[in-house]
Each structure stands twice: as structure tokens, then as C-alpha cells.
């Protein structure tokens, strides 16, 4: 096999072709980029790309023509919705263009079929784009390589938005350890205490608040870049490598969270490094390795970061436990270390949420925090007028005033309504669950297509990729007072304009839109696991992240990307294997 035998020519000008089709065919049938549709024109194309014949310059000249005369007769359609001549001449050509790849193609593969000279299957030649030549980068050089590249293509947004990005939650937490708001675990305390420890280092200097917030973003940085180099050395194929390198380096968002002061994204790094142990764990019991140091630092490693999964985030905890009896099944070779090891996690957790975090005086999230989903149900109810029990309504009124209801309800935002129901009296759900719950019950089960309309405007972004939604366009420092403030070392128009074009690309671009919707994920997640399970292959991996969705799914209060993010960073791992794509370097789990 040579070296080029992988991405060959025909193929990547195939999947060029494809995808320039697939854009003309979404700008004129008029869908949005994040319509699932658009994978299925670029997989028809490209499959049809990859089993035509090579055609004769007429092929071109007659796809040329069709193509111009389309693009006429659709100029006002094509040119509708922009007011900028630069972007009507853009969408021009990029239907002339894209048409003339379809046009091309179905001629060519029509051409192909009745001369009965496919040749190889797409499967075949699908499998064959990525059969490895040589093994895949592993080792210490190749993670901190990895980690290199990574940093370095993250620093111009450090630079750019220095000392890191501090939306609201941010802020809130740095008021925690500042002493302006009581210590709370509604945003992990661990985080709190790990910023902190970065704004007590730059004390230790004299340095002010804004080098510790800076010191803290450099080792975010640090971290998620080593998180990627690890987890890309646990992909055994070259050439995905590359493109996972490719995806954390220059998608703009990765970029952008990088340098923002969240949870979600050390609880992404963290998710990344458990997954690998997981698989690490699963190898080495299948290799039958005998190392007893070893298999002990990988249930060392196991056990600390299974504590630090569940305490950086709450709905992992509870994604966590109902894992347990899955990894314990899996890893029943060692059956003893898997208990043990679980144990020890749900131990290390129950303490430190309960005494230890109650001596410290840092209280846990409220009840309401976790009934956001059945609250904008309910609150649904009364703004749509659907006929409510007088019982249900005298419940209701003893926790809220509804007065404003209507004012105040967002489909698509629960926060409203949780604040509605804390400026009231929570205490009566608190005291009488039993209750509510059968309230909330009869309502549903009264009119269960209202209660399923409020769930999806509220959730239905975490399994429907055609939902609209902004990823990543924060900027620098909400106002404050603390003497924090935004103090790029870079700028200029051309800095500013390179960030925001970045980010629109992923509104503009199909495929690659879809990058920028976390239900895409979620469906992918879906069906590698359909077809791990028909293919009787490993999905524990697999099965965390989708319990980690679901717990999205049934109690967050928006949708939000950065809920979803460690499915996205764990993507190149769970996605890249088990398509029936195998390496001669073996595979993973």
C-alpha cells in the first residue's frame, strides 16, 4: 500500500464535490445548515462520487450549462434574506458551483451504473480511506506534542480576550471566595476553591486578581490541551488523529471555552481522561497483562477521577451511579478492584457533599434547582389557560403568586420561573412532595401534549440538531465590582472581525454547522451505540456519555452547549471506532 493509497485524489476531489453539492442543495431547498438533511445529500453524493467513472470534458461543459441556467432561473430565491452584494455574489457561486458538482456527479454515476463498472463498494472504499500505513502517534512525545499544537493554536483567544472570559456563573463564584456570597455548591466548590487557589498564588506575589483569573486560564489551557493529546493517542488510526488534532485546534469554539472560567470545561478534560482510563482498564484485562503496579495505577487512576467526575458536576454524579453496575459487569475479570474502586468514589462523595461541605458551611443546591423541567410544565399550564383542578390551582397558589406568570414565562428559559417559585414559598414542595408530585402527575396526564410541548421547547435542543442557538460568543469580563475587567494584548479590526466571522461560520457552512448543535452529537451517540450493540461490541464508554444526556434531557433548565460539552470533546474517541472501520493496529472501546 503506498502512501498515498488512503486520501488519494479521487477521493478528497469527491468529497469536495460532495460538499460544495450539499451547500447549493441547502441554499436552495432553504433549510438551515444544522438540518440533518444536509448529511444525508453529502452522503448520497459522496457515495455516488466515490463509484462513477471518470467522464469526458462534455460531463463537465453539460453540468456547467445546467448548473448556469438553475442559477438563473433561482437568482431572487438564492439572493433572498441578504442585503450585501458581497454575500448575494457569495451565494451565487456557491449554487453555480455546487450544482454543477450534483450535476456532475449524477451524471457520472448514472453513466457508471448501466455500464454495471462500480467496481468496489462504498463500504469498501470507504474502509480503505482509513486503513492505517503506519501506527498511530502514542507515548509521552506524541500527547505533549499534541498538547503543544493545541496550546498554541488556543493562545491568540487568551491573548485576545486576556486575563479569560467571566460571564455571570463566573462571577458568582469568584464572589464566593471573595466573601461577597455565602458559599454554595450550586457551582461545583471544588472549581470555586481551584480558582481561587490561582487568585491566592498571584496574592503570594502581590500580584492583583486579574494575573491570578490569568493563571488560572494558562493551566485551564494546559489541562484540556494534555486531556486532547491523551485522548488522541487512544485512537489507533493515523489519519483520525490527524483530524481530531484538527477539530480541538481550529474549531472556534474549543478556542473560545478554553479561555472562559466555567465547570463545564474542566469537567469535559476530566471526562475525557476517565474515558481513557476506562478503555486502558478494558485493554489491559483483554491483553491478560500480569503487572500488578500496573493495574493498580489504573484503578488509582480510576477511583480519583470517578470522584472528581461526580463532584464537578451534579447530573454526573447521578450519571455516575447508574453506570457503576455497568463498568463493574464489564471489568468482572477484576471484579474486586471494580468494586472496590466504585465504592470508594460513592463513599469519597456522599462524605464530601454531607459533612464535609456541611462543617465548611457550604450549602448544597435548593430542591427547585432540580425541578426545572416539571416547574416549566406546570408553568405552562397556566400561561396556555388549559383547564386546571381547583385542588391543583389552590396547590399552585400556595407557592406562587401568578400575577405576572405570563410576563415572566420563557419557553425556552426556566430560570423565570425557578426565581418565581424561590420569591415564594418553596418550602411547601419541600414539605409536601408527595403531594406536588401527584398534582404534577394529574396535569400531565390531563393534557400530556401540553406538557410534552413544554419539555421540547425547553430540552428539545439536546436531541433536535436543527435548533437555533448561539455557541460561543461571549467576550471578555461582565461588568463587576471587583476590579476584574477585559485587557486584551491583542486587537485591532482585523482580530476582532477573524473572531466573529470564526464564529458565524458555523451558521453559514452545512456539515460543519453542524458541529455547532449538540443534538448532532446526541443522534451520532445513538446510533454508534445501535451499532456497537448490533455489532456485539464495547459501549461502556458509550453509555456514560448517554446517561449524561439524559439527565440533560429530563432536568435542564435551558439548552445550553457547554452543558453537552464533554460529549463533544470526547467525540473523536466514541465516534471514530466501531463503524466497521478496522486497523490492522487493533481498536478501542
Known amino acids: 500500500m503506498t502512501a498515498t493509497e488512503g486520501f488519494d485524489i479521487k477521493t478528497i476531489k469527491c468529497a469536495i464535490a460532495s460538499f460544495f ?10 433549510i438551515t445548515v444544522r438540518n440533518p438533511l444536509t448529511v444525508v445529500f453529502f452522503v448520497l453524493l459522496f457515495s455516488a462520487a466515490l463509484l462513477q467513472d471518470k467522464q469526458k470534458i462534455g460531463g463537465t461543459i453539460i453540468s456547467a450549462a445546467l448548473s448556469a441556467v438553475l442559477t438563473f432561473l433561482l437568482r431572487n430565491r438564492i439572493a433572498e434574506g441578504f442585503d450585501s452584494r458581497i454575500f448575494k455574489l457569495l451565494s451565487f457561486c456557491i449554487v453555480f458551483v455546487g450544482t454543477t458538482c450534483v450535476f456532475y456527479i449524477v451524471i457520472g454515476f448514472s453513466i457508471s451504473f448501466f455500464r454495471a463498472r462500480q467496481g468496489m463498494s462504498v463500504r469498501e472504499k470507504v474502509r480503505k480511506l482509513f486503513i492505517n500505513t503506519r501506527p498511530a502517534f502514542a507515548g509521552v512525545k506524541a500527547v505533549l506534542g499534541i498538547a503543544l499544537i493545541c496550546f498554541l493554536c488556543w493562545l491568540p483567544y487568551f491573548l485576545y480576550e486576556y486575563p479569560g472570559i467571566m460571564t455571570a456563573d ?43 483569573i490569568a493563571l488560572y486560564t494558562v493551566f485551564q489551557m494546559l489541562f484540556m490541551a494534555i486531556c486532547c493529546g491523551v485522548l488522541v493517542s487512544h485512537i489507533r488510526s493515523r489519519k483520525l488523529q490527524v ?141 396556555d389557560e388549559e383547564f386546571v383542578e381547583d385542588g391543583d390551582m389552590e396547590l399552585i397558589n400556595k407557592v406562587i403568586d401568578t400575577t405576572y406568570i405570563k410576563e415572566l414565562y ?65 467576550d471578555g469580563i461582565m461588568g463587576n ?39 448532532t452529537y446526541t443522534w451520532i451517540l445513538v446510533i454508534s451505540i445501535g451499532i456497537c450493540i448490533f455489532r456485539k461490541r464495547y459501549i461502556l464508554c458509550k453509555m456514560l456519555l448517554l446517561l449524561q444526556i439524559g439527565t440533560l434531557v429530563i432536568a435542564a433548565p435551558v439548552v445550553d452547549f457547554r452543558y453537552g460539552y464533554s460529549i463533544v470533546m470526547t467525540m473523536p474517541l466514541w465516534l471514530l471506532y466501531y463503524w466497521g472501520i478496522e486497523t490492522e493496529y487493533g481498536s478501542t472501546n
Open 21 to 30: 453539492g450539499c451547500w447549493a442543495l441547502q441554499q436552495i431547498i432553504g
Open 170 to 212: 463566573s462571577l458568582v463564584q469568584y464572589a464566593e471566595f471573595a466573601g461577597d456570597e455565602p458559599l454554595s455548591n450550586h457551582h461545583p466548590i471544588v472549581h470555586t476553591l481551584l480558582i481561587k487557589m490561582f487568585v491566592d498564588i498571584a496574592n503570594l506575589f502581590n500580584a492583583d486578581h486579574q494575573i491570578g
Open 243 to 383: 483530524v481530531s488534532v484538527l477539530f480541538y485546534a481550529l474549531v472556534p469554539f474549543n478556542g473560545v471555552f478554553v479561555v472562559t472560567v466555567w465547570k463545564d470545561i474542566i469537567f469535559a478534560g476530566i471526562t475525557m481522561l476517565l474515558l481513557c482510563c476506562v478503555i486502558d482498564l478494558r485493554n489491559y484485562y483483554e491483553s491478560n497483562l500480569q503487572s500488578n503496579a500496573g493495574r493498580n495505577a489504573l484503578w488509582a487512576s480510576f477511583t480519583i477521577l470517578g470522584i472528581l467526575f461526580a463532584l464537578f458536576r451534579s447530573n454526573a454524579w447521578y450519571a455516575f451511579l447508574v453506570w457503576t453496575p455497568f463498568m463493574v459487569i464489564a471489568l468482572r475479570k477484576d471484579i474486586l478492584r471494580a468494586i472496590c474502586a466504585s465504592l470508594i468514589v460513592i463513599i469519597s462523595v456522599l462524605v464530601v457533599k454531607g459533612p464535609v461541605m456541611n462543617r465548611a458551611g457550604v450549602a448544597q443546591p435548593d430542591l427547585v434547582e432540580s425541578l426545572a423541567v416539571p416547574i416549566q410544565q406546570t408553568a405552562r399550564f397556566l400561561v
Open 410 to 474: 420563557a419557553p425556552d428559559f426556566a430560570d423565570n420561573i425557578k426565581e418565581l417559585v424561590r420569591a415564594g414559598h418553596p418550602e411547601e414542595i419541600e414539605n409536601n412532595k408527595s403531594e406536588y408530585f401527584k398534582m404534577y402527575l394529574r396535569m400531565n396526564a390531563g393534557n400530556p401534549a401540553v406538557a410534552l410541548k413544554a419539555w421540547y421547547d425547553l430540552d428539545g435542543g439536546y436531541i433536535n440538531p436543527n435548533t437555533s442557538y448561539t455557541v460561543g460568543d461571549m
Open 481 to 519: 465590582d471587583f476590579g476584574l475587567f477585559w485587557d486584551p494584548k491583542i486587537g485591532g479590526r482585523f482580530v476582532v472581525k477573524a473572531k466573529e466571522i470564526s464564529l458565524k461560520l458555523g451558521d453559514f457552512v452545512p456539515l460543519y454547522g453542524l458541529l455547532w448543535s449538540i443534538g
